[in-house]
């Protein structure tokens, strides 16, 4: 099996860090899932993809824009109209996707080497995000599960809520260690530890 | 300014890209109206006032929206998607504006 290699690396170091000494008050850590999918319906199948996801991954959307679930092991959460990006700890998902995903229903697009999905929690989350992107990260605003899709410094990042103050970022691998160095320097002075 | 995105919600003007006036009518591709061509190349409203515009929400969900901007105010009347309703995917209308 081919290893997989983070692109963070270089610049991934375990441990507390910036200003901890009052406590740790961010937790940042790489989920490194297995499979990054990105499903696309045409337009009137929407409802066909989102039954093919039920189908695959046991996770059914909620209604409306911006819906999602996870479950710990399995995410999904809609970044656009009729547009899904699905994770999984396992490797396979697009072929799974592909068997279901029919060229009547939509798109099927392995991404599960061209993003890195980096994970922030903790009670100061949503206030260092708050510094990178301009969307409310208030609770009721941005419920669990839910995602968005948002740019910083023109880059895109699919920001899907995973807990009460836990988000995964999902960014382009190529621009994931200067997004990684931004989070850990915005995160310093609240103390971080890097997982 | 703030752009109410049908799906994502109000979003800084920063994330969206302006594609150009909404009036126009591109003419068939076949066309030889020469007049009709020109027409869509070159004739602009230039209201001051309300305005038909082509926003793309490119730093978000990149979908093509339809607005409606006030030249004099910059205040935005109306937002929809440019392909038509995508179903239940529009959450956020324009009154909604934060």
Same mark, same amino acid.
């Given at each position: ?43 009137? *199948? ?13 996770? =059914?959307? $909620?209604? /409306? #824009? +911006? ?8 995410s ?49 989350? *949503? ?13 009721? =605003?941005? $419920?669990? /599960? #839910? +995602? ?6 023109d ?18 691998r ?16 609240v ?5 | ?16 890209t302006?594609?150009?006036d ?77």
């Amino acid at each position: 099996m081919v290893e997989h290699q983070s692109p963070l690396e270089p610049e991934f170091h375990v441990g507390s860090h910036g200003n901890f000494e009052h406590g740790v008050e961010i937790i940042l850590t790489e989920t490194r899932p297995g499979s990054i999918v990105q499903l696309a319906a045409w337009p009137g *199948e929407e409802k066909r993809l989102i039954a093919a996801i039920r189908t695959v991954t046991g996770l =059914a959307l $909620p209604d /409306g #824009a +911006g819906g999602g679930v996870s479950d710990g092991v399995k995410s999904v959460f809609g970044f656009a109209p009729g547009k899904f990006t699905v994770a999984d700890e396992a490797e396979g998902l697009a072929a799974a996707f592909a068997k279901v995903v029919t060229s009547a229903i939509g798109t099927v697009t392995d991404l599960s080497h061209g993003r890195t999905a980096i994970r922030i929690a903790g009670p100061k989350a *949503e206030w260092v995000l708050a510094k990178f992107f301009a969307i409310d990260f208030s609770l009721p =605003a941005f $419920p669990n /599960g #839910a +995602g968005r899709s948002t740019a910083h410094h023109d880059v895109f990042a699919q920001i899907q809520r995973t807990g009460a103050d836990q988000f995964d970022i999902y960014v382009f691998r190529s621009f994931a260690r200067s997004f990684w160095k931004a989070l850990c320097h915005a995160s310093e002075e609240v103390g971080y530890e890097v997982q | 300014m703030l752009i109410t995105c049908p799906y994502c919600g109000p979003r800084d003007v920063i994330e969206f890209t302006y594609q150009g006036d909404g009036n126009r009518e591109r003419p068939d591709p076949a066309s030889q109206n020469f007049e009709a061509w020109n027409a869509y190349v070159y004739d602009r409203l230039n209201p001051a006032g309300d305005h038909n515009e082509i926003w793309q929400h490119s730093g978000g969900c990149r979908a093509h929206l339809k607005v409606v901007r006030n030249t004099l105010t910059h205040e935005i009347s109306s937002v929809a998607f440019a392909r038509g309703d995508h179903g239940s995917a529009a959450r956020h209308k324009a009154e909604d504006k934060a």
